[in-house]
């Protein structure tokens, strides 16, 4: 009797995952998309720069504190109320797209055009590698847009080993995303499919009046009810997945006890000599992220060890890359 319960319980609860997925996707077909211009991008680079300064950055993805601070700004200036969401999808979206600027400049034998900026090739040659390495082909027609804030935004997770491995990181990384505070939603890979980002805009605050866009959106149809259902399951949804979050990164503290957390190991980075604003300080704070170099790091027994060991581990991790 128990076995047909159970069987009967995993049928609903599939069934309603099934009708859940799609009226999200009606909704997302009827919801405008989010005003991603020039001059939102532009501040959107800022802020996320601005936080990951501010080491509000968990692994790949800005944490939960990076996240609220980047919304309440964003909104502050433009006036527009984005969902968490949209900005998550914008950070995967540009991270790709910084991914496959610097791969271009790995490439041998392409040439570079002085007036669009960016490199030539045949376009046979920009076809086929557009196949491999989705929207990269956007390139043949100008360059990376806010290059220098979108160094600040992805290069280090480049020379850590999160984008590409090295001998140095120790076993092979997984090819998702693992960090505790990334709840990355589960249509990215949807959108991941086009070279637009498709995501749900949530209307402007009542009382304030939406920047100006220049999107032509005269004439379209008015939401409907049901989509205002859809989108409370949605949140309903993220709150559950943000407790779990909490939940891991609570278990993970209480593990993290043995003298070994990221406080402990830091602490020992000062003492030897890599003080803040040093290259062993910079690439200790990326690379302690990750608990087995911190339980490398403690095996060194003197302060000497440990300098030398954080300057090699510099030296290693920025051999092929010049901008570091």
Known sequence: MSYYCATSLLQLYSLNMSVLAMNYFLYSEMAENADWN??????????????????????????????KNVMEKFKEKTELDYSKLQFKNKWDKMRKEYGNWKRLSRETGLGWDPVKKTYTAPDSWWKKENKV???????????LQHEDLKTIMFEDIRNTGDDHWSPSSGAAPNTQDTEPDDDKDEDYEANEASDDCHEISPEPS?????????????????????????????????????RSTASCESLARREDTSGCSIKDVMVLVRECGAVPGSKEHFIASQVFIKRAEREMFMTLETPEERFQWLTMKHNWLTRNDSTM
């Open 133 to 143: 390495y989705k929207g990269i082909a956007k390139f043949k027609d100008g360059p």
């Open 38 to 67: 020039e001059e939102n991008t532009r501040l959107l680079c800022e802020l996320f720069a601005e936080q990951v300064r501010a080491h509000n950055r968990s692994g790949t993805h800005l944490n939960r504190t990076g996240y």
């Open 206 to 242: 009542k009382g304030k009046r939406p920047a100006p866009t220049n999107r032509k959106d005269k004439g379209k149809k008015p939401k409907t009810s049901g989509g205002h259902w859809v989108q409370d399951q949605l949140t309903k949804l993220v709150s559950m997945s943000e």
